[in-house]
């Protein structure tokens, strides 16, 4: 039983996290149930494969949640996540075949630095905005204190940019909001709210896309995942309600915090 209690509450935290700041929850599924399969004698058939696989249904539920939610607060920018998607995901399919050519331990520590870099980034990347900045789509939001934010891009930029986050993403196994958020805004100049509430949005695409292909290779774990997706729905409505509640500035640090944990793993992985 205690199992199955550490299971929910194991949705519940990551579907909270990966609202909260538009990175799905993976980063917090996988290494967790990496963990139960060392501990547990009779979650030992919980492989890399499955494990992944039982996360992805777990980021649906939580991408939907989430998604519903952010829907109802209008953050949602239905038109640039379709767009990103478009491109993203033929780079997810791309990046999951050059896997296979690469040695994973060198990558993911270079790439655990250069998520502790894009943090860095982001700690400085305020100073960019008064930068003018041509773009060819142009958008608009309202936060509830009236401020009216405005961002963009070039769609020719935003397409080839997408498809390498897909790339990369599926390539490393971290999840496209990992990168997304910090391209959006970052590049895109995106408020972090509607940033978070449109990676939510992708995500839910692409973690449907991802898992039907695990569900046909049987690599999901439904005992785990039944458990899971309770505390995944409720994670998700709660980070969304957190998010709302949090200034850009707070989004912002909670991001940065986040990617912190997606190079930590990323380096150990590579370590390890």
């Known amino acids: 039983m205690e199992e199955w209690i550490l299971f929910l509450l194991i949705g519940l ?21 990496l963990l139960i399969a060392a501990l547990f004698p009779e979650f030992r058939h919980l492989t890399p494969q499955v494990v992944v ?23 949602v920018d239905y038109r640039s996540g379709l767009l990103f998607f478009a491109a993203s995901g033929p780079g997810a399919v791309t990046g999951a075949y050059l896997n296979r050519f690469f040695e994973p331990d060198s990558f993911y520590i270079a790439f655990g630095v250069f998520m502790i870099l894009v943090s860095i980034v982001l700690t400085v990347g305020e100073r960019g905005k008064g930068r003018s900045v041509k773009w060819s789509v142009t958008r608009e939001f309202t936060d ?48 972090p709210h509607v940033a978070t509430a449109t990676s939510m949005f992708m995500i839910l695409f692409s973690s449907i896309i991802g898992s039907l292909g695990h569900l046909v290779q049987g690599n ?22 957190i998010s709302s509640r949090l200034s850009s500035r707070g989004l912002l640090i909670a991001l940065r915090l986040a ?8 380096i150990w992985e590579g370590v390890s």
């Open 13 to 33: 935290l990551s579907g909270t996290v990966g609202s909260l700041v538009g990175l799905g929850g993976g980063v917090v599924t996988v290494p967790s149930l």
């Open 53 to 75: 696989g039982t996360s992805l249904i777990m980021i649906v539920v939580t991408a939907l949640s989430s998604t519903l939610t952010y829907a109802r607060q209008r953050r």
């Open 220 to 241: 999901v774990e439904w005992k785990a995942a039944l458990f899971i997706a309770p505390g995944a729905w409720f994670g998700g409505r709660l980070g969304a309600w």
């Open 144 to 191: 509830p204190d009236g401020t009216v934010h405005r961002y963009g891009y070039h769609r020719p930029t935003a397409l080839a940019v997408s498809f390498l986050v897909g790339l990369v993403s599926s390539l490393f196994g971290i999840g496209g909001g990992a990168l997304m958020m910090p391209v959006m805004v970052l590049l895109f100049r995106f408020p």
């Open 259 to 266: 990617l912190l944990l997606v190079a930590v793993r990323m």
